[in-house]
């Protein structure tokens, strides 16, 4: 949410500058393709800044979340307190004092803090300000499909004084997510399951009961039934009925599910479960379930699945929709931008937290700023600290990322694109499988290496190195070796069943793969409570260390569920592969690596 500051002396603003040496905080050349400057934005026009502070001892914090995430330390598992991450987040009394006092001195209103742990603030000063505060010089751009023109600059810079306190300047010199053709385009914010509303088709209404599962026919679409059959999820409600052990479903411009779809889904596919059983609404930045344009029924159908494979899966663990409303229309061309970090805001500033959150929607790396990246991932590494399982969908174009279009020439590029925040070393990627005799990767799950962040410590050479030797000395794509990798794990994303506007329906993606994923961690985590220890949390450095949990999935290519097979993509193999991570869980064999710890 943006607050309106008030600039008192725009005199005292341009007589502080003209002495004031600056440091190049970022720089580009000129304006993505498809971008157009109509020229500089009035002087007079309010400019609202969100500034990220460093925290006070980011490389602190990583220390401590390896050592309390990794098995065999004497402290696994110690996730921290709020106030404790707190500690390590927050800027310095000196950050602090130097961002205020530059406010005050240049008769700005105090910044607003915008975060609990204080490493988010905003100004709200005008165009002609921020261009001599920053030495800036803030244009309107305009792209097809935008509504308006919006602002942006191709340089920025800090005040001296402000040199290594900010992080991040946004709006700045990063521009809305734009699509392969240029021009922009809604792509950022889509869901997972890019192309849903186009690939789902209804469903035969009649489905075979559960004591007929025989798992012998691959066509016959996935249900939660199927699904406790292939991992061996228990139906048995959970033991601890522990109200601090919840799956959090997050959902972005106002969506949230039908109940009465719920209601009908666990009436045809969970019958030993109460139709009455729901989810509980939690909503934040002015949520307001306005889902009227037609638009958005990709973003219902995303929605209602993933509670239906949350409460419908995790038999008995609460369930929780974190409904984020729609940005304002200066904040809507950054996609999911403001929505991400609206989460990740309110998730720090929760005392007791979910302990799983699952997030369906995978926009692409490239079109996040470096810097903001940056510091949304740090945030997933303080949150993991907490003791939170952050879960994200892998993708659904494949090696081509979000995208997923035969007709945009994407299919036969050797660049393998990236999605985030699915390459953040600190979050569990989660990609897709479908079919069980044996079960394959789908084309469409989403994965590959990150262009931003390095190879994390729980990847360890001999795994991700095992997969790159299997590549011929020829292979034609074009990727980051040496960069994070991911998925980290894989379940079922294709051919699955689930009510929309009342009709039973079967579409797939791995928008389906992560809160199924999350149901299975949910459930482990109930167990883990009632036998009085601490949930999974970070799941990465244990899963890694615990590979004999997982099945290896050896079979299946990545082209993109458009794109032909003949296109370059990876191959699944033996070990680890860029498709289906360590494997598929077995739920029996990830207890009791859980309980031994």
Known sequence: MLYSLRVTSLLAVLSLVSCTPFVTHQRRQDAPP??????????????????????????????????????????????????????????SNETRDAFTTFASANGLTPPFVLSPNEDWMSLTLTVGAANQLFAASYQLFTADGLPAPFIRTLSISLPSELAGHIEVIHPSTSFPPSSSGGGASSQQVMPS??????????????????????????????????????????????????????????????????????STFLQKFRKDISPNTTWNLIQIANATNDTTPPEFAVFKLEADLDVQYTVGVATGVPVEFLSVGKPPLDESIDGITP?????????????????????????????????????????????????ISMLFSSGDGGVRGSHDDSSSGICESNDFLVVFPASCPYITAVGGTESFSPEIATNLTGGGFSNLFPRPWYQHDATIQGFL?????????????????????????????????????????????????ASIVGLINDRLIEAGKPVLGFLNPWMYENQDAFTDITEGYNSGYECPTTSVAFNATKGWDPLTGVGSPVFDKLLAAAMKE
């Open 469 to 517: 030797d299997t590549l011929p000395a020829d292979f034609p794509g074009r990727f980051n070796s040496s960069g994070r990798a991911y998925p980290d794990v894989a379940v079922q994303g294709g051919n699955l069943n689930l009510v929309f506007n009342g009709r039973v329906v079967n579409s797939g993606g791995t928008s389906f793969s992560s809160p199924i994923f």
């Open 34 to 91: 498809g971008f157009t400057s109509l020229g500089p934005a009035p002087d007079t026009q309010p400019l609202t800044l969100k500034f990220a502070l460093t925290p006070n001892n980011l490389a602190g914090l990583e220390e401590k979340l390896i050592s309390i995430s990794t098995p065999g330390n004497p402290d696994f598992r110690q996730w921290l307190s709020r106030e404790e991450v707190k500690s390590y987040v927050q800027p």
């Open 339 to 387: 929505s991400i970090l609206d989460t990740n805001i309110y998730l720090d500033g929760l005392d007791t937290p979910p302990t799983v959150v699952t997030t369906s929607y995978a926009p692409m790396e490239r079109d996040f700023d470096e810097s903001m990246a940056r510091k949304i991932c740090n945030t997933y590494m303080a949150l993991g600290a907490r003791g």
């Open 193 to 262: 399951r890019r192309h849903l509303e186009r690939r789902t088709k209804r469903a035969a209404e009649s489905v075979p009961a559960t004591s007929n599962l025989t798992c012998d026919d691959p066509g016959i679409p996935m249900t939660p039934a199927y699904l406790q059959k292939i991992y061996g999820i228990p139906s048995t409600p959970a033991a601890s009925q522990d109200k601090n052990n919840s799956i959090m479903v997050t959902g972005y411009v106002n969506i949230q599910p039908n109940r009465t779809d719920l």
